[in-house]
């Protein structure tokens, strides 16, 4: 059974940063894309990030570039969001996702990250 | 930045169908994928490349796309069906992917 068990989420004050992580399990990590996506609680849904599976190349949505960094280890089947430079208006859920060729297959539940003082 | 376009609200009756615009910004030329999303959950995806139904999606759930317009179509709509939906594509020329602002499909 596919898993993905985001972590890392919590409080945290603007200028600040939080690592996100993402354990996978119940499937070969190392052959898929994987992405974040956010949510503002009540709101749609945002594209944060996206790296390929050997973790070679990423891309961004232009609200985080150069302030949010994705990466993988491929070894612990892990996926990473390194976020600093923390705005009010990144506080959301943060979902750890599944790439099947441009579509989510599988998602995570979520870990929420609140930047507030 | 690419723009998916959808109505934020619909209401339908039991029985009836309940159909799904997502559009604009030349949807023709991509694949678009949609999302069911209830309440507290994460979301699940009920049609990929446009057409195609995930297993364990029931059958009453339908997409199309014509021109620059893609179609969610869910038939015999049930309680059960009531949830947000979202329409997602990716877009290639900037290497991003995108959601529809999401319709909240209201069964009455």
């Known amino acids: 059974e596919v898993q993905l068990v985001e972590s890392g989420g919590g409080l945290v004050q603007p200028g600040g940063s939080l690592r996100l992580s993402c354990a996978a399990s119940g499937f070969t990590f190392r052959s898929f894309w994987m992405h974040w996506v956010r949510q503002v609680p009540g709101k749609g849904l945002e594209w944060v990030s996206r790296i390929n599976n050997d973790g070679s190349t990423t891309s961004y949505a232009d609200s985080v570039n150069g302030r949010f960094t994705i990466s993988r280890d491929n070894t612990k089947n892990r996926l990473s969001l390194q976020m600093s430079s923390l705005r009010a208006e990144d506080s959301a859920l943060y979902f750890c996702?599944?790439?099947?060729?441009?579509?989510?297959?599988?998602w995570g539940q979520g870990s929420l990250v609140t930047v507030s003082s | 930045s690419y723009v998916l376009t959808q109505p934020p609200s619909l209401s339908v009756a039991p029985g009836q169908t309940a159909s799904i615009p997502c559009g604009e910004n030349?949807?023709?030329?991509?694949?678009v994928h949609w999302y069911q999303q209830k309440s507290g959950q994460a979301p699940v995806l009920v049609i990929f490349y446009n057409d195609d139904r995930p297993s364990g999606i029931p059958e009453r759930f339908s997409g199309s796309k014509s021109g620059n317009t893609a179609t969610l179509t869910i038939n015999r709509v049930e309680a059960g069906d009531e949830a947000d939906y979202y329409c997602q594509v990716w877009e290639s020329s900037s290497d991003q992917w995108v959601f529809g602002g999401g319709t909240k499909l209201t069964v009455l």
């Open positions: 996702v599944r790439d099947l060729n441009t579509y989510f297959d599988y």
């Open positions: 030349n949807v023709g030329d991509k694949s």
